[in-house]
């Protein structure tokens, strides 16, 4: 569904949020390493998330990356995704036709038009403060 550039974007914003509500930064190296991706692509996807102000990158000898407490409730999964995806999810054909609209539907459309909008829902409802609470109190997990 996400593209593996998403999911380690969500991956490494989940982290970044933990570690932000801890009052620590943390290195690429760290993310790449918590989220089991490569580092060279870990800070490309770490790159447009900043530039899409979902997270800071401070530069120096203690820099790294954070998200600032109050901004950690505010930033959506939608935002993640619009980050590193756009919004093609919620665009795009079931089936990956490259022409499927109200007009010329595929055989899917109307049943995969209901899961794009629950999914919609589900990115523009659920926050980094949520997720990274969850994994603090044990109750979910970014790795095994």
Known sequence: ?????????????????????????????????????????????????????????????????????????????????????GDNIYKGCGLGLHECNEDKPCPMHDKFKSVRDQLREMLESTDLESLALDIKLGETFLKR
């Open 1 to 85: 569904m996400f593209s593996k550039a998403c999911e380690y974007g969500i991956r490494a914003s989940i982290f970044i949020a933990l570690n932000s509500l801890e009052e620590r930064r943390v290195s690429p190296k760290e993310i790449a390493k918590e989220i089991n991706s490569p580092e060279a692509f870990t800070a490309k996807i770490l790159q447009a998330l900043a530039r899409n102000n979902v997270i800071n990158s401070i530069k120096g000898a203690h820099g790294g990356f954070e998200i600032t407490k109050s901004k950690i409730k505010t930033i959506k999964l939608a935002d993640i995704v619009n980050a590193i995806d």
